[in-house]
Every structure is written in C-alpha cells, then in structure tokens.
C-alpha cells in the first residue's frame, strides 16, 4: 500500500542519535512510524511525542503524503540549569508514496498521548468485486 522513499532514512536516524544533531528546516529528522491495514483503512501511526497539535504539518499531493512536525524548545525561567537534555528538539518530517488504491481524498487525522494515527480508506475501485457475465451463449449445430 505504500513504499518507502529514502532507503537510507535509518542510516540518517542512527547517525543523528550517534551524534546528537537535531532536524532542522533543510534537514528534517525521521519520525518513527507504524503502517498496517486495518479493515477497509489503511492506518499510519507516527510517533511525535512533545510536539504540540499546532506544530505538525500534512500534506498530500497527488500520491505524495508529507507529514512535517516540529519539537520547540520549552520556555524555562532564567534561573533554570539544564542538568540532562536528551530529548531532541527541531524538525522532524516524514515523505510517503501512497499507491492509487488508497482514497486519499477521505484521510482522517488524530493525534492522542503523542501519536498522529492517519486513516486511510481503501478506494471503491480496489475492492474485490464480482463480475457478472452478460449475454447469452447461442449453440449452432454444424451440418454437412
């Protein structure tokens, strides 16, 4: 139902944990995510803890699903002493090739507890149907 765009994208994800650059504008960080059918839908779940509704981004063009978000930095009062930070802040994006039999035209959106679930249904036309056979057969008899 789908096809992943950058094959190198976890290469990406483990040199950035390596070396603990964030994403930015130009360089989006990936975002971890689950794809499976569900039904007649086709479900993506994308995990974006800490991000804020109003920081994701979703797009579709033609068969091209964009799912952009981005992880602020909290505001912290002066006298506040980062002692740890792991958590990565800055851009985050996701690109997808969705195949012609999804109905990208009814994609439902949700985000709960740090997960934006895309619902996807599966197109009328790529339902299985039965088709009826149409006419009738006329037998001729062969005479000499």
């Known amino acids: ?10 290469l ?20 971890a995510m689950d794809a499976y059918r569900e039904g007649e839908e086709y479900v993506i779940a994308l995990d974006l803890p800490g991000v804020a509704k109003d920081a994701i981004d979703i797009d579709v063009e033609r068969n ?6 981005e992880r ?3 505001n912290k009062a002066d006298d506040v002493q980062m002692e740890l930070s792991e958590r990565p802040l800055g851009v985050f994006s996701r690109q997808l090739v969705l195949a012609d039999t999804l109905d990208t035209d009814r994609i439902r959106a949700d ?3 740090g997960v934006l679930t895309l619902r996807i249904p599966i197109a009328e036309r790529a339902k299985p149907r039965k088709i009826a056979i149409g006419g009738e057969s006329a037998h001729k008899e062969i005479s000499s």
């Open 1 to 10: 139902m789908l096809m992943r765009t950058d094959p190198f994208r976890e």
């Open 12 to 31: 990406d994800r483990i040199a950035q944990q390596l070396t603990g650059t964030t994403g930015t504008w130009s360089r989006p960080s990936a975002m």
């Open 64 to 69: 091209m699903l964009t799912v952009k978000a």
């Open 72 to 74: 602020r930095p909290e």
């Open 111 to 113: 985000y709960d507890a």
